[in-house]
Antibody, heavy 121, light 110 residues
């Protein structure tokens, strides 16, 4: 059974850097084709894809946020870390991490429960 | 990369069929067979319902089906049930090797 859980601060101040950790079980990020992605959802709004890291350490970012995002993995700890710099109140959202199976380029399955991050002074 | 276009809302009665569209461009939906659909109930994480246009993950009801024509992908739900009431999102791979979601569609079961 694959599970993922996001962790990190619930409140950050404007201009600060957000660091979120996704801790997973039930799969290995060293398995060919596998990836872990980050997706966010502002309250009452649509999903937005942020970043994806593959088993071979290839990384993909949302073009609109690329300059602010960094995704890394620690295969031995079964963790993926997302950092987002220069946080702004518009970045207030629930942040999800999700498993990207080897057989799908666009399908994330399953997702973590999500963690709400509020940006406010 | 602009978000894919979905209708804001659709509705149907129990037992009926509904279709949700997801329109992009030749740089995303039209260029690749990498479109997936997610169902999200209030307060819950999204759930994968269809991947790569028309494939159902294990455990997803065969009442859910997907297709694509040109730059538009579609999700069809047949035999509508009350439990299908949720938000639905499409996502597509893009020519810049990134991913882009649709704006979401709220399905109401009358």
């Amino acid at each position: 059974q694959i599970t993922l859980k996001e962790s990190g601060p619930t409140l950050v101040k404007p201009t600060q850097t957000l660091t979120l950790t996704c801790t997973f079980s039930g799969f290995s990020l060293s398995t060919s084709g596998v990836g872990v992605g980050w997706i966010r959802q502002p309250p009452g709004k649509a999903l937005e894809w942020l970043a994806l890291i593959y088993w071979d350490d290839d990384k993909r970012y949302s073009p609109s946020l690329k300059s602010r995002l960094t995704i890394t993995k620690d295969t031995s700890k079964n963790q993926v870390v997302l950092t987002m710099t220069n946080m702004d109140p518009v970045d207030t959202a629930t942040y999800y991490c999700a498993h990207r199976p080897y057989y799908s380029l666009s399908g994330f399955d399953p997702w973590g429960q999500g963690t709400l991050v509020t940006v406010s002074s | 990369q602009s978000a894919l276009t979905q209708p804001a809302s659709v509705s149907g009665s129990p037992g009926q069929s509904i279709t949700i569209s997801c329109t992009g461009s030749s740089s995303d939906v039209g260029g690749y067979n990498y479109v997936s659909w997610y169902q999200q109930h209030p307060g819950q994480a999204p759930k994968l319902m269809i991947y790569e246009v028309s494939n159902r993950p294990s455990g997803v009801s065969n009442r859910f089906s997907g297709s694509k024509s040109g730059n538009t992908a579609s999700l069809t739900i047949s035999g509508l049930q009350a439990e299908d009431e949720a938000d639905y999102y499409c996502i597509s791979y893009t020519s810049s090797s990134s991913l882009v979601f649709g704006g979401g569609t709220k399905l109401t079961v009358l």
